[in-house]
């Protein structure tokens, strides 16, 4: 809201203000103004600094600002730190800490080193192409989708290179610091993977490339999107749209431009999100295969269900049903609020509830329209989509009595 953060000295209206941070420190990239345009080089830089803090995460951040005061990890902040990073072992939450910010410099500081001479070039401009550069290698790596040009990525979306470093930087933030801590430690040898590793990184490579065969199917004669496109430029398009519906939020082409058919197979993808303890968002994708996972045991007739050799417990199945009842509630509540306000029907107001929860970015363009009202629900949604319930559930779970007795069995009627 500070004057020297928007052009004119004008100090910017409260719900723009508090949405723009909640947005940036969310990694969630939506906005009702134009990040160019509205805010002048130091509002972006505020903008930018949001980013890489949310990127950290806030249980990681508290961790490690308890490891920089006492030097090491009290038990209760490293179960805490191991619910919320989804870290296996008790042992390996002090490595991982570390992990996350080697890698998070090391990833962006490669994605920088490839974008700033490419933007400089494109942009004729050193300071420029440089601050750009920056700027997009921090906002893809943490799945931000902030972008600062007026016109989107309008103005470099044809160009190959830069289009597929941001989209591989959103690729490797959506993995999460587990995986990417899995893969470093040892690399290609699969079988040495956990199981937590082996589902994300399966299930992550199945909903890309599904997601762009269903993208490319479903627009690739929509003049409007890809349709113009050359055929190598449509694959390259898809596969951009798909990896960033799942929370990197950037786009070459406006959503609201697409069919109705492809917006509701990115609610589908948003709502997925990426892996666990990552820069994306949404249920994540290790919880949609403990369910899938759970639904198999159940057309089997299995009692448990299992992966790799692993038996998933009973436990972590009813936590994903969780997360996923109640993730659908909070859409479900903000789509009726943002319909409520807007006097809109279902579509664009689903479309942007699943986004801010998902802490995706995509626009449908209706949240630049929104009146303060409806920017505030979204602003509780990208809070909620980001902390996440599983959050508050370790923090409590820490706290929890055993229970040493159970009630007589009843079965309820199914279906």
């Known amino acids: 809201m500070l004057p020297w953060a928007t052009p004119g000295r004008s100090s910017a209206a409260l719900h723009d203000a508090l949405f723009v941070a909640t947005s940036a420190v969310t990694i969630t990239g939506l906005t009702p103004v134009n990040t160019a345009d509205d805010w002048t080089l130091g509002g972006q830089i505020v903008i930018l600094i949001g ?18 005061v006492t030097r090491r990890l009290g038990l209760r902040t490293r179960l805490v730190a191991q619910e919320g990073m989804s870290t296996g072992r008790l042992g390996e939450v002090g490595h991982l800490l570390k992990t996350v910010i080697v890698c998070s410099a ?11 001479p490419r933007l400089i070039s ?33 103005g470099v979306d044809n160009d190959p290179l830069v289009v597929w470093v941001i989209m591989l930087g959103v690729f490797v933030g959506s993995l999460g610091f587990p995986v990417l801590y899995v893969l470093w430690k040892y690399r290609w040898h699969f079988q040495r993977w956990s199981l937590h590793t082996k589902l994300t990184m399966e299930v992550t490579t199945i909903l890309l490339f ?65 892996g666990s303890a990552s820069t994306a968002g949404g249920i994540k994708v290790t919880t949609l295969a403990v369910i899938f996972l759970a639904f198999l045991a159940e057309a089997r007739g299995h009692e448990e269900s299992s992966a790799h050799g692993r038996t998933i417990p009973a436990q972590v199945v009813r936590v994903a049903v969780s997360v996923v009842a109640m993730g659908a509630t909070a859409v479900l509540l903000s789509t009726l609020a943002l319909m409520t306000f807007s006097g809109e029907d279902m579509g664009r107001p689903l479309y942007e509830s699943i986004s801010a929860f998902a802490t995706v970015g995509l626009t449908s363009g209706m949240t630049e329209e929104l009146p303060p009202e409806g920017l505030y629900v979204l602003v509780a949604l990208m809070f909620t989509g980001r902390v996440g319930i599983i959050t508050f559930a370790a923090a409590l779970t820490v706290r929890q009595k055993r229970v040493r007795y159970r009630y007589p069995e009843g079965r309820p009627i199914i279906g």
Do not use: C, P
């Not at 949310?54 to 490891?67: D, Q």
């Not at 090391?106 to 700033?116: D, F, K, N, S, Y």
């Not at 401009?125 to 921090?138: C, E, K, M, P, S």
């Open 106 to 116: 090391v990833v962006q500081g490669a994605l920088a080193a490839v974008l700033i």
């Open 122 to 154: 494109l942009e004729g401009d050193v300071v420029r192409g440089a601050w750009y550069g920056l700027f997009y290698a921090i906002s893809a790596f943490n799945n931000a989708g902030f972008v600062i040009h007026s016109d989107g990525l309008g």
């Open 51 to 68: 980013i890489q803090v949310g990127g950290l995460g806030i249980v990681t951040t508290a961790a490690l600002l308890a490891v920089s």
């Open 210 to 274: 599904v997601g762009a065969a269903i993208y490319a199917f479903l627009e690739w004669n929509n003049t409007a999107t890809i349709g113009d496109m050359t055929w190598l430029e449509k694959i390259q398009g898809s596969l951009f749209a798909s990896v960033n519906m799942r929370s990197g939020g950037f786009s070459v082409v406006e959503s609201n431009l697409e069919h109705s058919e492809t917006m509701l197979v990115s609610d589908a993808l948003m709502f997925a999100g990426g």
